[in-house]
């Protein structure tokens, strides 16, 4: 048990970019990921399967992920957005971007270091652990959306004990890579990543802050009265 809500885990959780290498303990680590195995998923079929690395295995894919994106190797994600982003999403893109730079000290037109900033995805941020979400080809979207509510309660689980992450697509880039190192079946699909482990409050990227919309712009509620004027943290 821990002391906090959860009202003070789901406004606490944040993307964390950058890690100290102090690896998370066994018995924390199998608490959070036991806490995730309670999510619900239609008819309890539990789509998930997740691949945590760490030591010499996270070693090696990090090392791997760098020499492919140096290398210019294109990414071959197993799962991808149907369509071009229009908008309000692609302002709330722009925005999540400008936020990391910010924080970052990047300038917008400074190309060389935005592509760094991307590039510490694939350095996964120096954290000690990495995960992958993955689930069968048979599986559409209703199960993707089973192992997007899988991970959110890892990620608050992780916030309640301590635990800083990051929600990577980036680490479906390469899903080839995933499933050699796991020894998983061809009909395994990776769906996104997520860096873990203890926060470096020194990294400057740790200081961006995203926003949310609106309330009344994601949620339409009809019949009786509702003040939509509190959704602010
Ligand atoms: C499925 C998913 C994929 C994401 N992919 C990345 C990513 O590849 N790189 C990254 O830096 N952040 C990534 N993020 C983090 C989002 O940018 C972040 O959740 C969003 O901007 C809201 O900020 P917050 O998490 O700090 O509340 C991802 C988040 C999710 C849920």
Not at 198 to 207: G, Q, S
């Given at each position: 048990m821990t002391a906090m809500s959860l009202d003070e885990a789901i406004l606490g959780r944040r993307s964390v970019r950058g890690f100290l290498p102090t690896p998370v303990p066994k018995a924390l680590m199998r608490k959070v990921f036991n806490l995730a195995q309670w999510s619900p998923s239609g008819t309890n079929v539990q789509p998930w399967r997740v691949c945590v690395a760490s030591g010499a295995v996270r070693d090696r894919l990090r090392t791997e992920f760098l020499r492919r994106v140096s290398e210019g190797i294109p990414a071959k994600q197993d799962h991808k957005d149907k369509g071009r982003l229009g908008e309000p999403y692609k302002q709330r893109r722009r925005d999540c971007a400008r936020v990391l730079y910010d924080a970052m000290g990047i300038?917008?037109?400074d190309k060389a270091g935005r592509s760094r900033a991307s590039l510490r995805n694939f350095e996964l941020f120096d954290a000690p652990h990495v995960a992958f979400f993955c689930m069968q080809d048979i599986f559409g979207g209703q199960s993707a959306a089973d192992v997007g509510m899988y991970t959110q309660t890892l990620m608050l689980a992780m916030t309640a004990h301590g635990l800083a992450s990051c929600a990577q697509g980036?680490?479906?880039?390469?899903?080839d890579l995933v499933r050699e190192t796991f020894g998983l079946e061809d009909d395994m699909t990776v769906l996104y990543g997520l860096s873990f482990g203890?926060?470096?409050?020194?990294?400057?990227?740790?200081?961006a802050r995203t926003s949310r919309a609106d309330l009344a712009e994601s949620v339409q509620f009809m019949g009786g009265e509702i003040d939509y004027a509190s959704n602010d943290k």
């Open positions: 300038e917008w037109e980036t680490m479906g880039h390469y899903p203890y926060e470096d409050p020194a990294t400057p990227a740790n200081n």
